[in-house]
């Protein structure tokens, strides 16, 4: 007799979460096993009780899944939370914090997560809170238990501050707030020998098996020996995937023998400490499961896994490769191991990019301890930060050609691994490499949509003195740059003059173009545009090459199109566009070049044309997204409106309305507080309401607002609903 129809029957992989709910719940084609007594619970407490109240109605709004690691506390939580997303009017939220290492990041992580592209200069916390003092949302906060002070303190602040939000953390401790509610996340139930059907640990156990060795099959024959797995191994659920992954080079037989006879003494010696209060069994259990899989890896394997340890987020096979390698470890090996270690369940692959690969946080902290005893840990970091170090230095140097795009997407897939790397070399006591990493990693940060992990490390360099070089004034540039980015003006005229003073002393026509761009936007910003113009305007240095000094070329011509345009002098802002917009062509950069689309856009609506302001907005909004670059994506959504509204589809344009404004509401100033923009805008809207009427206009307005992000851009680029 098989039960393999029977564990089918005990799976569940229905993905509940709602596509047209914002949030950013990863997709989960796994099987979810068991856990129904949890989940009944979880959907009274997340689901809606009272419409007055909102979500949750009068009941606690901190619910912690507590439990040891490996129990599954994760993946309960993401499958709860995607069941009770439609309950939630502006989305449900994952927040991954095991990647950070510093404590005052979770603030921002959760901004970053949320997507809010904030632009104020002031406490991430305060941002954050205002923002969400009118949203309905459920925030799920991932492996509170190293940071429990920083994830209280904010969690008390959105509690206050922000009555229509719910967290649903995960940790291994309480949060210890007022009010918390705490749910014991348990290890899957374990069956008796005699009992009739497979118990939810046989179950996972025999899902697991069956990816290993394609031939398993859980019947009568093999239930005895996957039980006694199951119950050695205590029903938790990381140990019994872990087990499970040994079916591809040892048969059940074996692997039964290893498990029962080898470790039941050493948990029966667990369980021993357990009696005189030294030790928690299921940590242990799990912690000496882990240490026997790290026992059956070849020692190279071994090895590999530890230096991995040192990677915050995903990692990719090259980086690695450059990082791990040495000593007994060839280069040309490290491949093959990665691989043979996926298959053993101690790293995972990334189920969208097959070249990204990360480790589960109790395999980490695994890894991270054998490191240690190695005493390899500090060279293995070291190694690390210069990997990053020099990631970012070719990221700088070839920013400004075509594979710009390309550089983005793995700056923002490298985001915790750089900022771990940045924090490294902030800790040094040579002050000279952390310069040179804020710089670039700060110039990055600032063009993909980072502003304040940029203005962070910034500020941290940048408050001791060094040399005049090439290094400070990428530092002092890419300050100024995210100072401008974020509408401080004080700061962009005391950055700007500092890198002036900079780039003159250095002598390089080039860089003192490149500073340009900071005192001139400066100039630009308080409205002296023909003073702009004069300081932006220089006969352009020789051609230096696609580095970062290029791009801050390409951006000084940027400033003067604008000032151009400010001033009202459309025929020099036409053409000085075109020309830029050639030259970003030729040379493949499309960060500034979406600007000028814009620009042309705007230009295109105020001569009347409509259809060209339509294709020209489209082009800029398609460069914007593929930078991440939610200002831009703004602003030129009010251009597609205004164009629309003037001359085109009026239901469109109230539509894109509604979508322009949900990503203002992500960067936390409706059109940076521009009074001529939120006229604009104003104005717009009761011209729009005169043409279709009010019902009408709002109920299209709505249809925009209620878009998701992807959803709403996908209808800006091509009018579809």
Known sequence: MSWNDDVHKDVHSEVHNDVHRPGNLPA????????????????????????????GGDRGRLLTLLGVGGVGKTRLALRAAGRASRTYADGVWLVELSALRARDQVPLAVMEALRLADRSTGSVTDALCSWAQDKQLLLVLDSCEHLLPECAALVADLLVTAPGVRILATSRERLGLPGEQVLEVEPLPVGAPDSRRPADSETLFAQRATRADSGFVLDERTRRQVGDIC?????IPLALELAAARLATRGLAELHALLTDRLRSRFDLLATEERTGEGPPRHWTLRTTIG?????????????????????????????TWVCAGGPLDADEVRDLLLRLVQQSVVLRDPVDPDRFRLLDTIREYGADWLRELGEEEAVRLRHRDHYRRFAREACSDWNTSRQVAWCDRVVAEHANLRAAMDCALAEPDSRLALEMAGSVGFLWRHCGMPRDAQIRLDRVLAEEHEPGPDLLLAVWSRG???????????VRAWGEQCTDVARELGDPAMIRAAAYVTGGYLALVGRLTEAVEVLACDPPPLIGMDWRGAALVMSDLAVVYSHLYRGDHEKAREAARVMRASSVQ?????????????????????GDTEAARRNCREALAGHRSLHNTLGLAFTLDILAEAEATGGDGRFAARVQGVSQRIWDLLGRAQMDSPQQLDARRTRERTLRARLGDEAYEQAYEEGAAMSYDEGLDHALTGEV
């Open 481 to 491: 740059a995210v100072a401008m980015n974020q509408g401080d003006l004080a700061m």
């Open 587 to 607: 040379c493949g950069e499309r960060w500034a070049r979406a600007f000028v689309d814009a620009i042309l856009a705007q230009l295109d609506v105020a001569r």
């Open 292 to 320: 026997w899989s790290h026992e059956l890896c070849a020692p190279l394997e071994r090895l590999l896994w530890a230096r991995l340890s040192v990677f915050a987020g995903t990692f990719t096979t090259g980086a690695a």
């Open 28 to 55: 989960d084609s796994r099987v979810f096993v068991g856990r129904l007594k949890e989940l009944a619970h979880l959907d009274d407490e997340l689901g809606p009780v009272d419409d007055e109240l909102g979500p």
């Open 231 to 235: 119950r050695v191994l205590d029903g």
